[in-house]
């Protein structure tokens, strides 16, 4: 049996020049489990993410998948690597020109050499698994700002990803579109068993989805609590997260 973490962040340092943002950042993420990467505005979760899926490059540390370093790798083997991600963005990043369909189609048709009637069927397929049955056809400029995030999920998943990255899903929704949101979020995790990493604030979205929370401190510049988040709202190690998690 495997025993090695799927995700490893070790001993990294992110900086915008000679400003340090987070130092010595470590963390572990269990394969099929949805981990939160949270803390106040500003204190570098969406920069983390970006390291983690090669974006930029920390000052200094690594990422590690399966016991292999990402930060390290070639670049050949991390382009192999990244076949095994699925990313969204806080507004879709859906290209403007082109249809549902045709979102979700493009990835497949650059990194597979699925026929183009296949290349559609699993297009389909990704549009219904996230309640866009429908609206393949459809520009993103005609479709609401949740439906958006949904076509941006299922684009994501065209490639049927070992790791999904949410940058501030629930960015831009109400209540309600958040929720459903949120809901879908754990239904394809159950379905694809991939695991999940969200950068957001929004504390409900973080008590409903997350298993572990990993709260970067503004003010020691590193991260200072990681733990079922329920856990770290009722036993807080420290102020600053008594202060987040306490949050009405």
């Given at each position: 049996m495997n025993d090695l973490p799927h995700i490893e962040v070790r001993h990294l340092t992110t900086a915008y020049g000679d400003r340090i943002i987070m130092r010595d950042m470590n963390f572990t993420v269990a394969r099929g489990s949805v981990t939160a990467i949270v803390g106040g505005s500003g204190c570098g979760k969406s920069t983390l993410l970006r390291h983690m899926v090669g974006l930029v490059e920390p000052r200094e540390g690594e990422v590690l998948y399966d016991g292999e370093s990402f930060t390290r790798a070639d670049p050949a083997r991390r382009n192999e690597m990244l076949r095994r991600f699925g990313v969204t963005y806080q507004q879709g990043a859906l290209w403007s020109g082109m249809t549902l369909i045709e979102n979700v189609s493009l990835p497949l048709e650059q990194y597979t050499k699925l026929p183009p009637k296949e290349v559609l069927r699993v297009a389909e397929m990704k549009l219904a698994l996230v309640g866009l049955t429908g609206f393949e056809e459809y520009y993103p400029a005609d479709i609401s700002g949740g439906m958006k995030k949904?076509?941006?999920?299922?684009?994501?998943?065209?490639?049927?990803?070992e790791v999904l990255f949410f940058d501030e899903p629930s960015a831009g929704l109400d209540p309600v579109s958040s929720r459903r949101l949120d809901e879908l979020i754990l239904r394809v995790c159950d379905s694809t068993g991939a695991t999940v990493i969200i950068v957001t604030h929004e504390l409900a979205s973080i008590y409903a989805i997350a298993g572990q929370a990993v709260f970067l401190d503004s003010e020691k510049r590193t991260i200072t609590a990681i733990g079922d988040p329920r856990q770290l709202r009722d036993n807080p190690p420290n102020e600053n997260v008594r202060r987040f998690f306490s949050r009405a």
């Amino acid at each position: 049996m495997n025993d090695l973490p799927h995700i490893e962040v070790r001993h990294l340092t992110t900086a915008y020049g000679d400003r340090i943002i987070m130092r010595d950042m470590n963390f572990t993420v269990a394969r099929g489990s949805v981990t939160a990467i949270v803390g106040g505005s500003g204190c570098g979760k969406s920069t983390l993410l970006r390291h983690m899926v090669g974006l930029v490059e920390p000052r200094e540390g690594e990422v590690l998948y399966d016991g292999e370093s990402f930060t390290r790798a070639d670049p050949a083997r991390r382009n192999e690597m990244l076949r095994r991600f699925g990313v969204t963005y806080q507004q879709g990043a859906l290209w403007s020109g082109m249809t549902l369909i045709e979102n979700v189609s493009l990835p497949l048709e650059q990194y597979t050499k699925l026929p183009p009637k296949e290349v559609l069927r699993v297009a389909e397929m990704k549009l219904a698994l996230v309640g866009l049955t429908g609206f393949e056809e459809y520009y993103p400029a005609d479709i609401s700002g949740g439906m958006k995030k949904r076509a941006g999920l299922a684009r994501a998943l065209a490639l049927d990803p070992e790791v999904l990255f949410f940058d501030e899903p629930s960015a831009g929704l109400d209540p309600v579109s958040s929720r459903r949101l949120d809901e879908l979020i754990l239904r394809v995790c159950d379905s694809t068993g991939a695991t999940v990493i969200i950068v957001t604030h929004e504390l409900a979205s973080i008590y409903a989805i997350a298993g572990q929370a990993v709260f970067l401190d503004s003010e020691k510049r590193t991260i200072t609590a990681i733990g079922d988040p329920r856990q770290l709202r009722d036993n807080p190690p420290n102020e600053n997260v008594r202060r987040f998690f306490s949050r009405a």
